[in-house]
């Protein structure tokens, strides 16, 4: 007997998920659905629940395919091949799960290394594509899975047919499921290209009614005691779903659908700025399933506007905002310039600043910061009182706009690292990544049976085979898996916080970049911690740390104000790397600098400016670190240029504070890394 199933009809709520997983069902052309949700919202259970509900299927006894023997014609080679015909049988639907450390060997399939040895043929051992045809592949949390894993699974719910041409083996059979994808969006976003793939896309939230919530709880607790009697009682709603789904399949074949709905859902796809068409033939076949479930011969608008906030959920798009005007373009309604505003901005470019060695700014002095507008420094910035450890002088500025970042990481070398996440591919001690060569070295014990093969080939003529076996293996044949996946990486922030980066809004862009890259850092499960340096030290804010939230508050909460301790900061940053090295000397931190290059304390006898390049050089030395200096100095008309000079000083990527105000900040990372 196998395991009890809680019953899809007993689930309370959830209305829209149950009504995509019925649909998929009655119609697999929809492509799947992708449930997106936070944690314990009945997501697997729903799935698994559908599995007992779908009616038994007749299969060719024996076949690891499911071969349908009421279609011969899509017969795999086994079950064409038997002379004494097939035998048939009925089973229950597959609910196949895919485990997040599955290789591609395990999904695809591939060589079936017993008997290669044993006899010395070749043939395919199926993988968990074959299980799933004609059944149900329920990948949880699919936007933690590596990314190729991802494209084998979507590219065989896209043709229907999953093909291997690997380790000397050639096959290529039928793979028709219905593809059911679970995540929790905090941890991490699919690629929108393969995003797309899925066909319908449903957002679940935690029940917020009252008395369906204690109903929920009543129902669980009436399982628990006694899951047979709970299944039984909702026997007859299950069996009435069934038949449902099965007259809906029956009918959907000669369910039509009138030219002047294609209209309709064309403007729908527009208006919401989907790109591509797979939006439009989803709604389509999903709408055809939605009216052969009521039992309509025809589709309806209202069958199209049920089904197309599925399918556009995670397609839709913002509309891009239309360009600014032309700079000389008339406008009546503007209001004059100022002459005297504009004098005064002459004047303040063409101000020699002081020596770096001595003065910042007025914020050096404890003075208000110039302001680029009414509000610029009171509006972006509080005051905090003097009991939780600031100064009267000090600064707090709110943390400007969030983005979306690109994607950066680092170069992929020989070393072979543990760990997990999103970021940068490399080799891994451990059975799971892609297989992407052998080695003779013997490390992890995940024997690659295609090399291994073709390293024992030569010489089995010349041993002799006292034990049966086809092919005689020596310990030198031996030959083990290379494998690639994904890991997180560690960044490093180094702030100047400094009175200077108060000014015309600088602190506010900065924090705004930052928290971006603090957001995508947790999707690709980095490290990241953060160093600032202002008035006569320099201080480890953030250790490193996976939390956004913590990340969030801290840096929300840094102040700013006071001299430039550069040469403080870089001893500082120093120190955090050398420690997390210690640790993990396979890592590969990446280190952001976000200064304008000035400095004016000192932390030995020589000038400020002359010690921080000096050791910059000597923090540059370790190669295992990447560098990136972004220059926040105002671009006037006069321009020091320090940034610069301590980008040169630690052979670091440089880039100016424009670049820190756009979408491109990690942009600037990828183009230094890659």
Sequence with gaps: ?????????????????????????????????????????????????????????????????????????????????????????????????????????????????????????????????????????????????????????????????????????????????????????????????????????????????????????????????????????????????????????????????????????????????????????????AAKAAAALKGHPEVTVEDVQEVAPLALAHRKRETAPPPPPPKHEHNPERPPENPEGKQQEREEHEQPEQDQAHSEGPLETGEAPPSEGPGEAQGNSEERPQARGFDSADQFFDVGETFKVKKFASPKDRVFRRGSGRRSRTRVAQKQGRYVQSTINRNTGDVAFDATLRAAAPYQLKRKNGSGLAVILRPEDIREKIRERRIGNFVLFVVDASGSMGARGRMTASKGAIKSLLLDAYQKRDHVAMVSFRKDDAVLNLPPTASIELAAGLLKEMPVGGRTPLSAGLVKSYEVLRNYLVRDPTARPIVIFITDGKANVALGDKKPLEESLELAVRLAADERIRFIVVDTESQGLLHFGLACKLAGAMNAQYFKTEDLKADTLLNIAKENVS
Excluded at 117 to 133: E, Y
Excluded at 166 to 178: A, K, N
Aim: hydrophobic share 40%; glycine share 8%; aromatic share 6%.
């Design 1 to 285: 007997m196998y395991n009890p199933v809680y019953p899809f009809s007993a689930l309370i709520g959830q209305e829209r998920l149950k009504r995509a997983l019925i649909l998929n069902a009655i119609n697999p052309r929809i492509g799947g659905v992708l449930i997106r949700g936070e944690k314990g919202t009945a997501k697997s259970t729903a799935v698994r629940a559908l599995g007992e509900l779908l009616p038994e299927i007749r299969v060719v006894a024996g076949c690891p395919y499911s071969c349908d023997p009421d279609q011969p014609q899509s017969f795999c080679g086994q079950c064409r091949n038997r002379a004494d015909g097939v035998q048939v049988r009925l089973r229950r639907i597959r609910v196949i799960t895919l485990p997040l450390n599955a290789t591609e060997d395990r999904v695809a399939g591939g060589i079936d290394f017993n008997l290669a040895v044993k006899t010395g043929l070749r043939s395919f051992q199926p993988g968990l594509l074959a299980k799933a045809h004609r059944g149900i592949l329920y990948v949880d949390e699919v936007n933690l899975l590596d990314d190729h894993i991802v494209d084998i699974i979507l590219d065989a719910a896209a043709s229907g047919r999953n093909s291997v041409e690997r380790e000397g083996v050639s096959s290529c059979h039928l793979s028709r499921f219905i593809l059911v994808g679970t995540m929790n969006p905090e941890e991490g976003e699919l690629r929108p290209q393969l995003l797309d793939r899925f066909g319908l896309c449903v957002e679940v939230v935690s029940e917020k009614d009252l008395e369906k919530r204690a109903a929920l709880m009543h129902r669980r607790e009436a399982y628990d005691r006694d899951p047979w009697g709970f299944i039984r009682r909702f026997q007859a709603e299950n069996d009435n779903l069934t038949r449902q789904i099965v007259s809906a399949r029956s009918s959907l074949k000669v369910v039509s659908f009138p030219d002047h709905l294609r209209r309709l859902v064309s403007e729908i796809c527009t208006e919401s700025n989907v790109a591509g068409h797979r939006a439009d033939l989803v709604i389509e076949q």
